[in-house]
């Protein structure tokens, strides 16, 4: 356990489904990340939750749309995915004062299967 | 352009020494950090390189060249368990990650 919880940890959903994926920390950080991980490829950074502002990659559809109700807890909404969505998705989150690196702690993924 | 390159694949022997090599362009840099990942799991935190050397943390070591943009990990007396993936990223002038790929690393008896 790493104090960083995703659910569900696998879905298959059609494209045109409605679903959310769920992440959790309770190492009281502050910043949160959504990434994609995808099969011989770079993580991607999706969204970012940091010092109560949002930072989002321009290149992510909008069918992605991620929720942050508070600093513990993330939500990434699917809607009318592709196949080519189909990837692992990774949350973090991180401790940041707005300067510096910052390591950050994954949970252990939602693998998202799109038909 | 931003990049990080790192080998795709590698095997080794259960006890033996491994190099994992990390070459990386960024816009500015700031420093390397080292993940660890095994399957089906959370990538893991193993180090952060930001002054050039060797940095020593039991049998992991995490080396660092700014002049040269190259990094490398080195795994001794490798176990079963190291087996994973390895994920190698670089900070940009404003700290934002710029990720490789990921190393497979397998480990034969």
């Known amino acids: 356990e790493t104090g960083v919880t995703q659910t569900p940890r696998h879905l298959v959903m059609g494209m045109t489904n409605k679903k959310s994926l769920k992440c959790e920390q309770h190492?009281?950080?502050?910043?949160m990340y959504w990434y994609k991980q995808s099969a011989k490829k770079p993580l991607e950074l999706m969204f970012v939750y940091s010092l109560e502002e949002r930072v989002e990659n321009n290149s992510v559809p909008s069918r992605f749309s991620p929720e942050c109700p508070n600093s513990s807890h993330l939500f990434l909404h699917l809607h009318t995915l592709q196949p080519e969505d189909s990837a692992l998705y990774l949350c973090?989150?991180?401790?940041?004062?707005?300067?510096?690196?910052?390591?950050?702690?994954f949970g252990a993924g939602s693998r998202l299967t799109v038909l | 352009g931003q990049n990080i390159d790192q080998p795709t694949e590698m095997t080794a022997t259960e006890g033996a020494i491994v190099q994992i090599n990390c070459t990386y362009q960024t816009s500015g840099f700031n420093g390397l950090f080292w993940y660890q990942q095994h399957a089906g799991e959370a990538p893991t935190f193993l180090s952060y390189n930001v002054l050039d050397g060797l940095e020593e943390k039991g049998r992991f070591s995490s080396f660092l060249s700014r002049s040269k943009g190259y990094s490398y990990l080195l795994l001794k007396e490798l176990q079963m368990k190291d087996s994973a993936s390895y994920l190698c990223?670089?900070?940009?002038?404003?700290?934002?990650?710029?990720w490789g790929a990921g190393t497979k690393l397998i480990i034969k008896p």
């Open positions: 990223a670089g900070t940009d002038s404003n700290y934002q990650l710029i």
């Open positions: 973090a989150s991180s401790q940041t004062d707005g300067s510096g690196a910052n390591v950050l702690t």
């Open positions: 190492l009281g950080h502050n910043a």
